[in-house]
């Protein structure tokens, strides 16, 4: 079985995707400071996204080709330097036209569950399945901006594959030492006490350890440059983890 798999994707990955789908990807704002020899393993770990996920349209949406192989490069991008397996995790890619309304439940100190619904823009699920909204992706796409929904949510993916946000989250009970997640901790008390210290980095990042390292995995890919100004450490960080990729 592993071999077979191995197999295939060796296939994919020489034979990589035609012009017409290389022209696509070349379009990506954050793919034109690669060498060409990166690009061409994008073309080719693109591929593997495309051939072993899933993509099913939601909402209405006209789930085009095109649209596949965008969120497949940006994650694909996020794999050049081998962080992940491929997100073996994720097995569903669930595209949107527009934020959608999901289920919510908050508790409160005292237990109490209080359910609701909120607007969002893209999910990832621990096991199994990942959701975009389109425009959003659409808009980054146009505008060059520095989030970017599907950077997010992969990072999420990866966050839960690897661990970081668990390993930072022990150096701040006292129970690791952990050199990067030192750095990770550090930061992330100063940011959540006042995010102007990274002004750079959104403020959504605030919210918890594991939406801090959506939003720097968003920064380092599109504006790697802004991060390592806002800190020479986190942009060091990220280079570790994604074994530099921008």
Not at 67 to 92: C, H, N, Q, R, W
Not at 102 to 128: L, N
Not at 166 to 192: D, I, P, Q, Y
Request: hydrophobic share 40%.
């Amino acid at each position: 079985m592993f071999r077979f798999l191995f197999n295939r994707r060796g296939r994919w990955l020489e034979e990589g995707l035609s012009p017409k789908q290389a022209e696509v990807l070349r379009g990506l704002p954050e793919v034109q400071r690669l060498t060409d020899e990166q690009f061409k393993l994008l073309c080719g770990k693109t591929r593997v996204m495309l051939e072993e996920k899933t993509f099913e349209a939601c909402g209405g949406i006209a789930l085009t080709e095109q649209m596949k192989l965008v969120i497949a490069g940006y994650a694909a991008l996020m794999l050049l330097g081998e962080a992940s397996d491929y997100f073996p995790a994720l097995t569903s890619i669930l595209v949107y036209p527009k934020p959608y309304i999901a289920p919510v439940e908050d508790y409160d100190e005292a237990g109490i569950v209080t359910t609701g619904h909120e607007r969002r823009f893209g999910e990832s699920w621990e096991f199994g399945s990942l959701v975009l909204a389109w425009n959003e992706i659409e808009r980054h796409l146009q505008t060059g901006s520095e989030d970017n929904l599907v950077i997010h949510e992969f990072a999420h993916q990866l966050d839960d594959e690897l661990g970081i946000s668990l390993e930072t989250e022990r150096v701040l009970n006292g129970n690791s030492e952990t050199e990067w997640a030192v750095v990770m901790a550090r930061k992330f008390e100063a940011f959540s006490r006042n995010p102007r210290r990274l002004p750079s980095v959104d403020p959504y990042g605030a919210e918890d350890l594991h939406e801090f390292f959506a939003v720097l995995s968003e920064l380092y890919f599109t504006r790697p440059e802004a991060l390592r100004q806002d800190s020479e450490q986190l942009y060091k960080v990220m280079a570790h983890i994604y074994n530099p990729t921008p």
